[in-house]
């Protein structure tokens, strides 16, 4: 006979959501610091502070726009798991997967810095228009992939969840995974600037959809609050 949905694996154990939450703050945390590293004292001449500072501006927007990125990563994190009450096996890989999604930007970051210093429209600041647009669709890809395991597991959500809310999110990295995709294509056909702006309004369009999707004809109980 086959397990309902709703029910857990035989044998399989469940735990509280705690040490994933630490331990994924904590990666974030080494993440957003790792960023900051690319940001470096200028060799210059005596004088010539001010000019040399500017001309990493290259540096400072790549910066922080992978300081906002990572930070709406965490945000989303934050509150998916404010409607998780417990965690199996699976779901700690789903959210390694996460993780390793986030670990990643550094490097398409620091690509992006160097080639905007370059040549702010050549064609080394496509290609890095291009990576940064296809990790940020892989990490899409991940929050996809946390959706769909969580939708058929009701038994690890908190009691006040609604099925509904579960199959609305499943949308917002669909989404992300397309117009990431057309953001690179942009940067590689267009123009980086181009490819760049499309990242950036991605980016605010998840900061806003934080708490997810609203779930339509459903109406939603309050959720449950944790201690801090």
């Not at 035989?10 to 900051?36: C, H, K, N, P, Y």
Request: with cysteine; charged share 15%; glycine share 8%.
């Amino acid at each position: 006979m086959s397990r309902p949905d709703d029910e857990p694996e035989q044998g399989s154990r469940l735990s509280e959501t705690t040490r994933v939450e630490a331990f994924s703050d904590g990666v974030f945390a080494i993440v957003i610091t790792l960023l900051v590293l690319d940001l470096q004292n200028p060799a210059h001449t005596p004088g010539g502070l001010l000019s040399a500072l500017a001309a990493q501006w290259p540096s400072y927007l790549a910066f922080f726009m992978s300081f906002v990125y990572v930070g709406v990563i965490w945000l989303n994190h934050h509150a998916l798991f404010q409607r998780i009450g417990h965690v199996d096996r699976g779901l700690h890989w789903v959210n390694l997967g996460i993780l390793l999604g986030a670990v990643v930007m550094p490097f398409p970051t620091a690509i992006l810095a160097e080639a905007l210093a370059q040549d702010a429209t050549g064609r080394d600041a496509q290609v890095a228009v291009a990576l940064y647009a296809i990790a940020a669709a892989l990490m899409s890809a991940t929050w996809w992939a946390a959706f769909r395991y969580l939708r058929s597991r009701p038994h690890l959500w908190e009691p006040d969840v609604e099925p509904s809310y579960m199959q609305a999110q499943r949308f917002r990295p669909l989404t992300g995974m397309a117009l990431y995709t057309i953001s690179g294509l942009a940067g590689w056909l267009v123009s980086p600037w181009a490819g760049m702006t499309c990242i950036m309004i991605m980016i605010v369009y998840h900061a806003v959809t934080s708490e997810g999707l609203p779930a339509r004809g459903v109406k939603r109980r309050p959720r449950r609050s944790r201690p801090a």
